[in-house]
């Protein structure tokens, strides 16, 4: 299996910046896919930004221009630089990686944006 730990939340004013980590262990090798997902209370969980199977990046239009997804394979980690945050940015952030058919999930990590 794999196990999805992220960091890096936490409480910041409008406009300013945060930068998530997710580490990934356990069966890390051939992970198809990886990347960010989040979620707020009553809603569904979206994509915000991932490296697909054969490598490309993927935005949500929300975040575009604003966030930057990188990793480093090396050290089986995967980041989100979040800058020009906004309210609407507040959400529980997983980490969400794929192997095979299968999906897995960190336990996610509170970000919180006030105006």
């Known amino acids: 299996q794999v196990q999805l730990v992220e960091s890096g939340g936490g409480l910041v004013q409008a406009g300013g910046s945060l930068r998530l980590s997710c580490a990934a262990s356990?069966?890390?090798?051939?992970?198809?896919?990886i990347g960010w997902y989040r979620q707020t209370p009553g809603k569904q969980r979206e994509l915000v930004a991932d490296?697909?199977?054969?490598?490309?990046?993927n935005y949500a239009d929300s975040v575009k221009g604003r966030f930057t997804i990188s990793r480093d394979n090396a050290k089986n980690t995967v980041s989100l630089q979040m800058n020009s945050l906004k309210p609407e940015d507040t959400a529980v952030y997983y980490c969400?990686?794929?192997?095979?058919?299968?999906?897995?999930w960190g336990q996610g990590t509170q970000v919180t944006v006030s105006s």
């Open positions: 969400r990686a794929v192997r095979g058919s299968r999906w897995y």
């Open positions: 356990g069966s890390t090798f051939s992970i198809n896919a």
């Open positions: 490296f697909s199977s054969g490598g490309s990046t």
